[in-house]
């Protein structure tokens, strides 16, 4: 373990965030009870130490935001050899800047951040690499130019979600006799700019050019949020611009965007507009199984122990890959039985 600030100050630092707690949106996990689970650090690697990590998440916009955090919560805890400064930026790429430059002077081992949008980085993470803080990404990745300035990316295909969820309209249009009819398209996008919204959008983009009849005939910004996209959805509506596909690039979204259409007395699913969203929470899963969405493509938020093993190898000197992504699969009434059980999210 190359970099390690002694317990002793990581408490000074607890006890310091937690007397600024009222006006900053610092807070720092403590412990849980539950059982040790992947690849930790070993108590002879511990030396005594725990494992710094300062941890910027983007905010808690989305089912799945949270338990991402729940995820990392539970990776990142005292028994398996970290201690976590958690901070929430609360949507704003600034807070999370602010939270890197205090996660440096801090002189933690190690920086994890969910970045809001891709731009915007080079700066502060030219400041981690003069700090010798080596910086993973979480979920969310930035601008290509800027590969050199972290070290992993642990998190999910986003491009690959936005492939599925055209792969699944092809099959779906095969599947009614529909491939050669005009099928018109809106789209809710997440957060503009962000590595979510920019991949899925490509993703889909792929499959969408080799169809010359399916349109995008409107597209609306819905931020991640449902009350955003519900209001969007009610923009769209208002246009009189017809639709026969929904993709909404998150569950959240597609919450709202149901709201809007239900309250107009439109139907989806099996008997409608079809509805294709992301993330696959378990409350969007009910409404696969009950033929409300079509289709939800997931997006698997429990990355915590990924990311603590890579954090562990880090530690110890070793290489790591440049990413690590997580294992998405798609649900439609035909196989949403099988993990609607035990979502926990
Ligand atoms: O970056 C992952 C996306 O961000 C999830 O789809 C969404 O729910 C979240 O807010």
Redesign the pocket.
């Known amino acids: 373990m190359k970099r390690r600030i002694r317990r002793s100050l990581c408490f000074l630092a607890l006890l310091c965030l937690l007397l600024c707690s009222a006006c900053a949106p610092f807070c720092v996990t403590l412990p849980s009870d539950t059982a040790d689970t992947g690849e930790y650090l070993s108590p002879e690697e511990l030396r005594g130490d725990l494992v710094s990590v300062g941890f910027s998440q983007l905010g808690s ?5 949270r338990a991402n955090t729940e995820s990392v919560e539970q990776a990142l805890r005292e028994e398996n050899g970290y201690f976590l400064l958690f901070h929430n930026a609360r949507q704003k790429q600034e807070n999370q800047i602010k939270a890197i430059r205090s996660f440096i002077s801090q002189n933690v081992d190690c920086i994890v951040f ?1 970045p809001i949008t891709e731009e915007g980085w080079t700066t502060v993470l030219e400041e981690a690499r003069k700090a010798e803080i080596p910086v993973i990404l979480l ?2 990745s930035i601008d290509r130019r800027d590969e050199a300035l972290y070290t992993s990316f642990v998190g ?1 295909d ?1 491009e690959q979600e936005g492939r599925n969820a055209g792969l699944w309209l092809e099959s779906y249009t095969r599947g009614r006799g529909m491939e050669e009819q005009e099928l018109r398209i809106a789209v809710l996008r ?1 957060t503009r700019g ?3 919204q920019r991949g899925r959008s490509m993703g889909f983009d792929r499959i969408l050019e080799k169809h010359p009849n399916w349109h995008i005939v409107q597209q609306a910004d819905g931020d ?1 949020t449902t009350a955003k996209a519900k209001e969007a959805m009610q923009d769209i509506l208002r246009s009189g611009v017809p639709f026969d596909v929904l993709l909404s ?4 979204m597609t919450f709202g965007a149901l709201e809007a259409l239900s309250e107009a007395g439109i139907p989806t699913g099996e008997d409608g507009i079809a509805v294709i969203s ?2 696959a929470c378990k409350q969007a899963l009910k409404l696969v199984e009950q033929g409300v969405i079509n289709v939800d493509i997931e ?1 698997n938020p429990e990355s915590g122990e990924l990311l603590a093993s890579v954090i562990a190898r880090i530690m110890r000197g070793e290489e790591v890959e440049k990413a690590y992504y997580m294992e998405d699969r798609v649900f439609t009434k035909d196989n949403v039985r099988e993990v609607i059980g035990n979502r926990g999210y």
């Open positions: 916009e989305s089912l799945w935001r969910s979920d969310r999910e986003m997440g962000s590595s979510a991640f690039q998150n569950d959240d992301f993330d997006c």
